[in-house]
């Protein structure tokens, strides 16, 4: 039990990685929790709802085939820091948009938004391999599925209370969901901008910056300075 818990806390890259993964999954999980009362209480968007939804999903599906190219070509986790803080410059456009917006370009808001989170879906299976290598080599046995079923853990939690979370601050706050326009009150409207942009953009922001300053994949090889395809 002692080297089983010593090779999961001791796992500093790994470690590493949760963190910054259950970052990311909160904020984003708790914007999309309550992205639809944005759309419709507040930019009164209700009849293009749909729309919105469904022109994001061609768009964001692109990611994943070009943050995987990108990632062969440069330090996989510094691209995914850069897509992390372009998905905050996204978010937090969001938060300066007005009620009756162009349909165009909250879609193209929405999709950009997706697609850059989705260099997560590429960054952290690959990533994860090495650091499944790592804690082999550094504390004698194969912790593989340890690793991967903490890791899927991680992810169902942070969807598990990013959502509530969101309207819990809502809540919080006074937000009625039967009121929208210029019904909502002041701290309504800030309450939802917070929670849907701009509390996500600090967080995808600072989730980059740890990632660009602080090296999961390849952090631990000494034997040579990594390539930039290694790192």
Do not use: H
């Not at 009756?100 to 960054?123: D, E, H, Q, R």
């Amino acid at each position: 039990f002692a080297l089983l818990w010593k090779s999961v806390i001791g796992n500093k890259p790994l470690v590493r990685l949760i963190a910054c993964f259950s970052i990311t999954n909160f904020m984003s999980g708790m914007s999309q929790g309550v992205s639809l009362l944005y759309l419709t209480n507040y930019l009164l968007l209700s009849s293009s709802v749909n729309v919105v939804f469904a022109l994001v999903i061609p768009i964001s599906m692109l990611g994943i085939p070009f943050w995987g190219w990108w990632m062969t070509k440069y330090s996989r986790q510094r691209v995914w820091a850069v897509s992390l803080v372009l998905g905050g410059m996204f978010y937090a456009s969001m938060g300066l948009l007005q009620p009756n917006p162009s349909i165009a370009l909250l879609a193209t808001l929405f999709g950009s938004m997706a697609f850059c989170i989705l260099s997560t879906v590429v960054a952290v299976p690959v990533i994860m391999g090495d650091i499944i290598d790592y804690g082999r080599e550094k504390f004698g046995v194969e912790r593989a599925g340890l690793y991967m079923s903490l890791q899927g853990q991680v992810v169902k939690g942070m969807a598990a209370i990013s959502a509530g979370a969101g309207l819990i601050l809502l809540g919080w706050v006074g937000f009625d969901a039967t009121k929208s326009g210029e019904a909502l009150t002041p701290q309504a409207v800030s309450a939802l901008k917070w929670v849907v942009a701009w509390f996500p953009a600090l967080g995808l922001t600072v989730t980059g910056a740890l990632l660009w300053l602080f090296p999961i994949s390849g952090s631990w090889k000494k034997s040579s300075a990594p390539s930039s395809a290694e790192a």
